[in-house]
């Protein structure tokens, strides 16, 4: 391991790694990886386009975030290039139980910034694990051009979960900020723990 990626999975902070066995399950399940991590693209654009929305108001944040969508649709068509290269065809979405569960450890209620920060934080996890799947997929699977296709946009989702730590720490005090990104990582370890292994989907 580089000294590069030594300090990328530190500074993911994830509590739990990824079974080192879901590789090698993924890799059987190529096409069905692919077509999860296609719709996981697509929601992450959605995901910044809705907070853009509403929150519209606060031009940092927008400004920060239109790059993403543009960058996250991006992912989306490559992966879709993907699928056709290889002849593997573009399937119905799956239920993503392990964005559901995060999704219902976001509090409800608050001011809106406090909302804000929730979502942020939310998101920033949810790339954190993606980019350390696609860590385990650019070194664990036989494909080379698929390994070089997960090395670069594991890079890339580990510029956006920073970027919302960043944006997080800079709507709300970075101590209160820190304290509840500690009960997210805690939760999603247990998440993690509890999910079933299983090589078609991308969480």
């Not at 519209?56 to 993907?82: C, K, N, S, Y």
């Not at 799956?94 to 942020?120: H, P």
Request: glycine share 4%; charged share 30%; with cysteine.
């Amino acid at each position: 391991m580089s000294w590069e990626e030594s300090t990328r999975e530190k500074m993911l902070n994830l509590k739990l790694p990824t079974d080192p066995r879901w590789v090698n399950v993924a890799q059987m399940q190529i096409e069905d990886i692919l077509v999860d991590h296609a719709y996981c693209e697509q929601k992450a654009a959605s995901s910044c386009i809705s907070l853009i929305l509403r929150f519209h108001d606060l031009t940092e944040l927008v400004d920060t975030l239109t790059p993403i969508v543009a960058e996250e649709w991006g992912h989306f068509e490559r992966v879709m290039e993907q699928l056709k290269k290889r002849g593997m065809s573009f399937g119905k979405p799956r239920k993503d139980e392990y964005v559901t569960q995060l999704a219902g450890f976001v509090k409800k209620g608050g001011n809106r910034t406090q909302q804000l920060v929730e979502n942020l934080l939310m998101n920033a996890l949810i790339e954190a694990r993606s980019c350390e799947r696609f860590k385990l997929l650019s070194k664990g699977i036989p494909d080379q051009e698929l390994q070089k296709f997960y090395y670069e946009l594991m890079i890339s989702e580990a510029g956006h979960y920073v970027t919302f730590l960043e944006l997080a720490r800079h709507y709300q005090d970075t101590e209160l900020v820190n304290a509840r990104w500690k009960e997210w990582l805690s939760f999603e370890a247990e998440v993690i723990s509890e999910l079933e292994l299983r090589g078609d989907r991308m969480h």
